[in-house]
């Protein structure tokens, strides 16, 4: 599971962006963070991935306490965790085949019929088989995303991290976003953290959703009890209504 205890995370100038923020996800469900642009989304992911240090607190990575771990160690929990970059950011230099290769050449796989089966079986679990010899720059927004996916995913991770599967991309590639991050869930049993502003995927992948609102959670539960819940800014964010306790300036 991946634990989140009383997590504070602070600007260099003092401002708490996460502020005592505490969260579980189970082993095995799909959580989706929601929030605000600017809330500390992709801050928290980072926290999270070992990437950004916060101000106090503890992340659990199984029974892993990350926070404060020597760089060693963290190295050993980071490689059970595939990342899905806000922006895919691929290598622009390499090509897709070397970038869904990347992970398992830092580890010393070399180029040969072992690697190439892996490479195109996460291609084929992406639903991007064929296009190894393409380079980021030939693929549209939707593949890249689908690409940062199969890299993400190349080292087995127990753990994928998603920042913003889906933003810029039109609601059918959306959509095969959505059915992307449930089929990885399915058949590569991971836990995953998945955080996103589009309301209409988290009611179709998440198992959990939370909304983050000025370094908290203020609401906790299955999509169908957030839609539910009385919290008037939890309601907002769902309808996306301009008028409300949330003012955005
Ligand atoms: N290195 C930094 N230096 C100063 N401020 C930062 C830094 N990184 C993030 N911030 C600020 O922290 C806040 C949270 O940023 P973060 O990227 O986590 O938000 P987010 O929820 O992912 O937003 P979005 O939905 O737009 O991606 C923002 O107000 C941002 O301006
Ligand atoms: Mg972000």
Known sequence: MIRIEELTYRLPDGRAILDNLSLEVPTGAT??????????KTTLLKCVAGLLAPASGRIWIDDKQIVGMSEKRLNRVRQQMGYVFQYAALFDSLSVYENVAFGPMRRGAKRGPELDALVAERLRIVGMEGV?????????????????????????????????PTSGLDPITARVIDDLIIRVRDSLHVTSLVVTHAVNSVFRFADIATMLYEGSAVATGTPEELRNC????????????????????
């Open 31 to 40: 959580m989706a963070v929601m929030g605000l642009s600017g809330t500390g």
């Open 132 to 164: 190894e010899n393409l380079m980021p720059s030939e693929l549209s927004g939707g593949m890249a995303k689908r690409v940062g996916l199969a890299r993400a995913l190349a080292l087995n991770p127990r753990f994928v991290l998603y920042d913003e």
């Open 230 to 249: 009385g919290d008037e800014r939890v309601r907002q964010f769902i309808e996306g209504n301009s008028n409300g306790p949330i003012r955005v300036v």
